[in-house]
């Protein structure tokens, strides 16, 4: 069965600080999706990014970016230089293509990012 | 386009009652999901449709029950609430296209309490 783990619960920063949220997963797939989400104080859920197990190139969008890496199943964040608009609880999720229908996802359990002014 | 909408944002029901938490897209997506949060937790899948007609249970659809006969709405029934149950709820959908990983577009939420 697929799982997503996201070790750390809370991280706590002062602005302009850069954090990595970490994510582990487990899939028995060799093709599979993972996603992040980003779940700020009035409890939206926004998507942040989308990547494929078979494309492991590192990407930046602005202030984030993410760090592939199918040898140790990890699925990496990191905000350059937070602010405080960044507070918020972030998620890791999976998708399985052997699914045959549904593209449902396995969330990880979530990291509450807080920066400070 | 007003993209994933959920009606109520906020219900308290008494032990035993029941009601519909009603979900709505304008995306056309095929794809429909429910999933609930329980505090400081992330989220689990209750259950989740592939197009008008088709459902299927996710990881925790005791005490839970849906229907699909749009594509556009898939609304959630709580029969005899229990506190168990007291969570917020997200609806989600996305793209159809099996396999290919599209990114899920989700409702504000509904916060429910039961007492």
């Known amino acids: 069965a697929q799982k997503v783990t996201q070790a750390q619960t809370e991280i706590s920063v002062v602005e302009k600080e850069d954090v990595t949220l970490d994510c582990v997963y487990e899939t028995r797939d060799t093709t599979y999706y993972l996603f992040w989400y980003k779940q700020p104080p009035s409890g939206e859920l926004v998507f942040l990014i989308r990547r494929n197990s078979f494309d492991e190139q590192n990407e930046i969008s602005g202030r984030y970016s993410w760090n592939f890496q199918k040898s140790t199943s990890s699925f990496n964040f990191t905000i350059t230089a937070s602010q405080v608009v960044d507070s918020a609880v972030y998620f890791c999720?999976?998708?399985?293509?052997?699914?045959?229908?549904?593209?449902?996802?396995?969330f990880g359990g979530g990291t509450r990012v807080l920066v400070k002014p | 386009n007003a993209g994933v909408t959920q009606t109520p944002k906020f219900r308290i029901l008494k032990i035993g009652q029941s009601m519909t938490l009603q979900c709505t897209q304008d995306?056309?997506?095929?794809?429909m999901y429910w999933y609930r949060q329980d505090p400081g937790m992330g989220l689990k899948l209750i259950y989740y449709?592939?197009?008008?007609?088709?459902?299927d249970k996710g990881e925790v659809p005791n005490g839970y029950n849906v229907s699909r006969s749009t594509t556009e709405d898939f609304p959630l029934r709580l029969e005899l609430a229990a506190p168990s149950q007291t969570s917020v709820y997200f609806c989600?959908?996305?793209?159809?296209?099996?396999?290919?990983?599209?990114?899920?577009?989700f409702g504000p939420g509904t916060r429910l309490t039961v007492l």
């Open positions: 995306m056309n997506h095929n794809y």
């Open positions: 989600a959908s996305s793209y159809s296209r099996p396999g290919t990983g599209y990114e899920q577009f």
């Open positions: 999720a999976l998708s399985e293509k052997g699914q045959a229908a549904g593209n449902k996802l396995t």
């Open positions: 449709s592939v197009g008008a007609g088709i459902t």
